[in-house]
C-alpha cells in the first residue's frame, strides 16, 4: 500500500521527473539581475530520461508547461499542468545558460533538482539532475538515494514576465 501511494505521488506531482513543492526559500539577491530576460514567460518543455538508478521512480518521458516568472527578485517556476509552484534559486548564469536549483519536502522525502539550460531565441535545450532522498523518521539519516537525468527541450508559447525594478 505504501509504494502504490508513492507512486501514485511521484505520477502527481512529477513532471517529467520534477517535483513540483512549493518552497518560500528565497532567491540569493543580485543573481537575478543576470538572468537573461528571455528565461521568463511560458514555455512547453519536454523531457527524457537519459539516466537513473530507480527507472520505476523517474518516468521515462514527458511533456509541461513551465510559466517561469520574477517578482520582487525571486524566480518563480509554476508548473501550468500540475498547479504546483517553486521558487528557484540561481547558482550560475554565464551569458545565455542559466542554472539554477529548486528543492522540496514531502514527508520524510527530500527532492533537490538541478536544472541548467541555454536559450538561443524562443527555445531552449539543457540538463534536469535530480535527487531524491528518503531520511528515517527515527534519526534523520538518509536511507535511500535515488537520481535521474533528463535532457530538455524547450519551447517558449508566450510572454515575459513583468521586471521590477
Sequence with gaps: MIK???RIFLILFIAFGLINITSAEPL???SVAAVPSTMYGLWRVVSKRIDTD??????EKGLDLWNLSVENDVINLSNTFSGASATVEVNKVEG??????KS???????????????????????LDELKLDTVSE???????TE???????GEKIAGESILNE
Design 4 to 6: 502504490f501511494c508513492l
Design 54 to 59: 530507480s527507472p520505476i521512480t523517474f518516468k
Design 147 to 153: 537520481t535521474a537525468k533528463y535532457s530538455l527541450k
Design 28 to 30: 540569493l539577491k543580485g
Design 138 to 144: 527515527i534519526n534523520g539519516n538518509i536511507m535511500k
Design 96 to 101: 545565455n545558460t542559466v542554472t539554477f536549483t
Design 104 to 126: 522540496g519536502k514531502n514527508g520524510n522525502k527530500y527532492l533537490t533538482d538541478t536544472v541548467t539550460i541555454t536559450i538561443t531565441g524562443k527555445s531552449f535545450e539543457g
